[in-house]
């Protein structure tokens, strides 16, 4: 009987297009699986091709005799392509979507690219007269100037990048000190290795011995072919990333490269010089704000043998590197970590997928662990680790959690609590830094009626619209905009307004009540310019402001010694979120936030404001107590059947036209209830089909359905077969994508 071969054609050379079917030679089915390269007669004249098989099947897709053969397998094809496409194959087959999809997650697409610039910057005066200017900038209190000085007395030339990124130097301060002819900036054509021409001396330190074990366990059970993935669960500031380098350092003796994936773009530079000053520049990174060129370059670098570390968020997971030792994922917590296009992969399943291929090992680092890495730990599949202590002894911060209920009953409607007040009072006068941190964004809240109670939304994403400092609402999905309204478009009330305070209205209150402070602001509208985040981030490291107020981008591990205390505004916003991952996120949100504060030499203080003071996350994450946090979570999850208790897979059904949506999603329906028609209903559930959280998005209708089952593999064959039906129906008005445990 006739097998055949799914084959996409030159996939390196031409845009990933569509899969042909081939006939597999009698003789050949064993040697033909998903991510081998073979030769195949292609187009009119029958061309030979080379080829890569990504799926197998028994039936063909158009009449047998118009199908050619496949002529041979291509034994030059290079390992590293072929185990990235069994890997695509693997994300298909897990989170659905098409192959070509899949494809393009995991293979770079090349580009023509322009060469690039090399900045140097010059000391362009005697090292005398230098001191006597440094003098000058340091009576003046000009950090970055001084320090900008400083460093290149000590060394010149230095990178233009690692001035604006290790340095913390802004643009503007290097143009003023080459307008005073005190340095000189040169340029040279470069290959685009975006840290090349560094020069950061090595700041190993000595590992403790909390350190020493973890690194010395984790390394004999690679030794003796244990692969289980390792979980070093950590407290803020007890050092992982030290062990994340001893571990790698082991790697490259034996020849062997290591991934490190980190959440955000924005940690990506502060990582780099950590690890640069250890392993020099055969280190590099990847991430989505660099240039197609300068992705391309470093694929092309690791594939050619001259990286052992690659740094980066979850795309770097795809580095074509042929000899793995160590995937390392440090805040595995973070939901960056699942992608929200199709395919919808999760980076730390995917490693530990990728990592079987090559007998590697993945490590996973937080301090807030997912419950669903936890619970793995717990039932022997992971090994667990602890770091309990902060490095060099310095202590956990001191908590206090503010009832904002009884705040309210003495009268004071500000949202700073009077504690909070005294405190940020208090830090002002010692000169020591302070960061306040909600979890929202925008001018005020919602805009609503308070007679009816009617919500301003917005006309095409059913969503509350939200208030902005100019008086005008704006959508945050579609960017619709319009008037504040005088009175209530449903009764005509004029009582109508906002609720809650977003970081702009509450720089405005802090900014009035500490008139003298200097205060920067940090949240996805402050940051949308290119370099946004590192120039406030820069700006707070100097000490040019004592106050920095933001949403959750400023608690994900940056190290700023001066903040000694950390307000917590609204600990409970994220509590009321539609998501029943609510009390996770804000625990991990809260004990990150509180990790921010004491990392210098001056012990730290958290301030948690709160209208549900007794809700176990607020009162674990207080106590930097997860443990106490996982156990009554998991009670939770259990009874209701979500992750990580019960897995759970979401249909997502998409359409212009809502009958056809409605159509699709009651077909959908019938075709779950007969698929598991035979299965008791305590194995499984279904939630749905019902409009999704926000119905119509930019005049798309959208439904979703939930299953729930107790087997991940039941949710796959499930996805599988409505794939299939899916495809019997095809109907292309609708579209629809699956999400595995979706966050």
């Given at each position: 009987?006739?097998?055949?071969?799914?084959?996409?054609?030159?996939?390196?050379?031409?845009?990933?297009?569509?899969?042909?079917?081939?006939?597999?030679?009698?003789?050949?089915?064993?040697?033909?699986?998903?991510?081998?390269?073979?030769?195949?007669?292609?187009?009119?004249?029958?061309?030979?091709?080379?080829?890569?098989?990504?799926?197998?099947?028994?039936?063909?897709?158009?009449?047998?005799?118009?199908?050619?053969?496949?002529?041979?397998?291509?034994?030059?094809?290079?390992?590293?392509?072929?185990?990235?496409?069994?890997?695509?194959?693997?994300?298909?087959?897990?989170?659905?979507?098409?192959?070509?999809?899949?494809?393009?997650?995991?293979?770079?697409?090349?580009?023509?690219?322009?060469?690039?610039?090399?900045?140097?910057?010059?000391?362009?005066?005697?090292?005398?007269?230098?001191?006597?200017?440094?003098?000058?900038?340091?009576?003046?209190?000009?950090?970055?100037?001084?320090?900008?000085?400083?460093?290149?007395?000590?060394?010149?030339?230095?990178?233009?990048?690692?001035?604006?990124?290790?340095?913390?130097?802004?643009?503007?301060?290097?143009?003023?000190?080459?307008?005073?002819?005190?340095?000189?900036?040169?340029?040279?054509?470069?290959?685009?290795?975006?840290?090349?021409?560094?020069?950061?001396?090595?700041?190993?330190?000595?590992?403790?011995?909390?350190?020493?074990?973890?690194?010395?366990?984790?390394?004999?059970?690679?030794?003796?072919?244990?692969?289980?993935?390792?979980?070093?669960?950590?407290?803020?500031?007890?050092?992982?990333?030290?062990?994340?380098?001893?571990?790698?350092?082991?790697?490259?003796?034996?020849?062997?490269?290591?991934?490190?994936?980190?959440?955000?773009?924005?940690?990506?530079?502060?990582?780099?010089?950590?690890?640069?000053?250890?392993?020099?520049?055969?280190?590099?990174?990847?991430?989505?704000?660099?240039?197609?060129?300068?992705?391309?370059?470093?694929?092309?670098?690791?594939?050619?043998?001259?990286?052992?570390?690659?740094?980066?968020?979850?795309?770097?997971?795809?580095?074509?590197?042929?000899?793995?030792?160590?995937?390392?994922?440090?805040?595995?917590?973070?939901?960056?970590?699942?992608?929200?296009?199709?395919?919808?992969?999760?980076?730390?399943?995917?490693?530990?997928?990728?990592?079987?291929?090559?007998?590697?090992?993945?490590?996973?680092?937080?301090?807030?662990?997912?419950?669903?890495?936890?619970?793995?730990?717990?039932?022997?599949?992971?090994?667990?680790?602890?770091?309990?202590?902060?490095?060099?002894?310095?202590?956990?911060?001191?908590?206090?959690?503010?009832?904002?209920?009884?705040?309210?009953?003495?009268?004071?409607?500000?949202?700073?609590?009077?504690?909070?007040?005294?405190?940020?009072?208090?830090?002002?006068?010692?000169?020591?830094?302070?960061?306040?941190?909600?979890?929202?964004?925008?001018?005020?809240?919602?805009?609503?009626?308070?007679?009816?109670?009617?919500?301003?939304?917005?006309?095409?994403?059913?969503?509350?619209?939200?208030?902005?400092?100019?008086?005008?609402?704006?959508?945050?999905?579609?960017?619709?905009?319009?008037?504040?309204?005088?009175?209530?478009?449903?009764?005509?009330?004029?009582?109508?307004?906002?609720?809650?305070?977003?970081?702009?209205?509450?720089?405005?209150?802090?900014?009035?009540?500490?008139?003298?402070?200097?205060?920067?602001?940090?949240?996805?509208?402050?940051?949308r310019k290119k370099d946004g985040y590192e120039s406030i981030l820069s700006a707070f490291a100097n000490?040019?402001?004592?106050?920095?107020?933001?949403?959750?981008?400023?608690?994900?591990?940056?190290?700023?010694?001066?903040?000694?205390?950390?307000?917590?505004?609204?600990?409970?916003?994220?509590?009321h979120v539609p998501d029943y991952r609510a009390s996770e996120r804000t625990f991990q949100l809260l004990?990150?936030?509180?990790?921010?504060?004491?990392?210098?030499?001056?012990?730290?203080?958290?301030?948690?404001?709160?209208?549900?003071?007794?809700?176990?996350?607020?009162?674990?994450?207080?106590?930097?107590?997860?443990?106490?946090?996982?156990?009554?979570?998991?009670?939770?999850?259990?009874?209701?059947?979500?992750?990580?208790?019960?897995?759970?897979?979401?249909?997502?059904?998409?359409?212009?036209?809502?009958?056809?949506?409605?159509?699709?999603?009651?077909?959908?329906?019938?075709?779950?209830?007969?698929?598991?028609?035979?299965?008791?209903?305590?194995?499984?559930?279904?939630?749905?089909?019902?409009?999704?959280?926000?119905?119509k998005i930019e005049d798309i209708y959208r439904k979703v359905i939930y299953i729930k089952h107790n087997?991940?593999?039941?949710?796959?064959?499930?996805?599988?077969?409505?794939?299939?039906?899916?495809?019997?129906?095809?109907?292309?008005?609708?579209?629809?994508?699956?999400?595995?445990?979706?966050?």
């Amino acid at each position: 009987m006739d097998t055949y071969a799914s084959v996409i054609v030159d996939i390196t050379h031409s845009k990933l297009d569509r899969p042909f079917q081939y006939r597999i030679p009698h003789g050949m089915e064993e040697q033909i699986h998903p991510g081998v390269r073979v030769v195949v007669p292609f187009g009119n004249g029958n061309r030979t091709q080379i080829g890569y098989v990504i799926g197998i099947d028994a039936k063909p897709a158009i009449a047998p005799e118009r199908i050619k053969e496949i002529l041979s397998i291509d034994a030059s094809g290079t390992a590293i392509e072929s185990e990235l496409i069994r890997l695509a194959f693997w994300i298909r087959e897990q989170y659905g979507g098409t192959m070509n999809q899949a494809l393009r997650t995991v293979l770079p697409v090349k580009r023509k690219t322009q060469a690039k610039e090399m900045r140097y910057v010059f000391l362009n005066v005697a090292q005398d007269e230098a001191a006597e200017v440094l003098s000058v900038f340091q009576k003046k209190h000009q950090t970055a100037r001084a320090r900008l000085l400083q460093a290149l007395m000590e060394q010149s030339p230095v990178p233009y990048e690692a001035v604006t990124g290790k340095l913390h130097v802004t643009a503007s301060v290097i143009r003023t000190l080459e307008e005073q002819g005190l340095l000189r900036i040169t340029s040279e054509r470069a290959y685009r290795n975006p840290f090349s021409g560094i020069s950061v001396e090595d700041t190993s330190i000595a590992l403790n011995p909390d350190q020493e074990r973890i690194v010395s366990e984790i390394s004999q059970r690679r030794k003796m072919h244990d692969h289980a993935p390792s979980l070093i669960f950590g407290v803020t500031g007890s050092g992982k990333t030290e062990v994340y380098m001893a571990l790698i350092e082991e790697a490259i003796a034996e020849g062997k490269q290591s991934i490190v994936l980190i959440p955000e773009i924005a940690l990506t530079y502060q990582t780099l010089i950590r690890f640069y000053a250890r392993f020099g520049d055969r280190v590099s990174v990847l991430h989505s704000k660099m240039s197609a060129g300068e992705r391309f370059d470093q694929y092309e670098r690791a594939k050619n043998g001259e990286l052992d570390v690659m740094i980066g968020p979850r795309s770097a997971l795809f580095t074509p590197f042929s000899n793995i030792g160590y995937i390392i994922i440090d805040e595995e917590h973070e939901s960056s970590y699942k992608s929200e296009g199709v395919p919808r992969y999760h980076a730390c399943d995917t490693a530990i997928e990728r990592a079987k291929m090559h007998s590697a090992n993945v490590v996973l680092g937080s301090a807030t662990p997912s419950l669903s890495s936890y619970l793995k730990t717990q039932q022997g599949k992971w090994h667990l680790y602890t770091l309990p202590d902060r490095v060099s002894g310095r202590p956990m911060p001191h908590v206090e959690i503010i009832d904002l209920r009884s705040e309210l009953r003495t009268g004071n409607r500000s949202v700073l609590s009077r504690r909070l007040r005294e405190q940020i009072h208090d830090r002002l006068e010692k000169k020591e830094q302070i960061m306040l941190f909600l979890n929202r964004r925008g001018y005020a809240g919602f805009v609503s009626c308070r007679s009816c109670g009617e919500v301003i939304k917005c006309s095409h994403c059913d969503v509350s619209m939200t208030l902005h400092r100019d008086k005008r609402l704006y959508c945050h999905y579609c960017g619709d905009a319009m008037d504040l309204p005088k009175v209530c478009p449903k009764c005509g009330s004029p009582y109508i307004g906002t609720f809650r305070a977003g970081t702009q209205q509450i720089e405005s209150i802090v900014q009035k009540e500490f008139p003298n402070a200097r205060i920067l602001r940090m949240d996805a509208d402050s940051t949308r310019k290119k370099d946004g985040y590192e120039s406030i981030l820069s700006a707070f490291a100097n000490r040019e402001a004592d106050i920095l107020i933001g949403t959750q981008m400023i608690v994900k591990g940056h190290d700023f010694p001066g903040v000694t205390l950390v307000g917590i505004l609204a600990a409970d916003l994220s509590l009321h979120v539609p998501d029943y991952r609510a009390s996770e996120r804000t625990f991990q949100l809260l004990t990150q936030a509180s990790g921010r504060a004491g990392r210098g030499e001056i012990p730290g203080e958290v301030i948690i404001q709160t209208y549900q003071p007794e809700h176990y996350s607020i009162l674990t994450a207080a106590d930097q107590d997860y443990v106490s946090f996982y156990q009554q979570e998991m009670i939770y999850r259990k009874l209701l059947h979500y992750p990580p208790a019960w897995e759970m897979l979401l249909i997502h059904i998409d359409s212009e036209n809502e009958s056809a949506a409605d159509q699709m999603a009651s077909y959908l329906d019938a075709q779950i209830n007969d698929y598991y028609k035979e299965e008791s209903k305590r194995s499984w559930q279904k939630i749905g089909p019902s409009n999704a959280g926000i119905a119509k998005i930019e005049d798309i209708y959208r439904k979703v359905i939930y299953i729930k089952h107790n087997h991940a593999d039941a949710l796959t064959g499930l996805k599988s077969f409505l794939e299939e039906k899916i495809e019997i129906r095809n109907d292309p008005n609708v579209s629809i994508q699956f999400d595995r445990n979706p966050m």
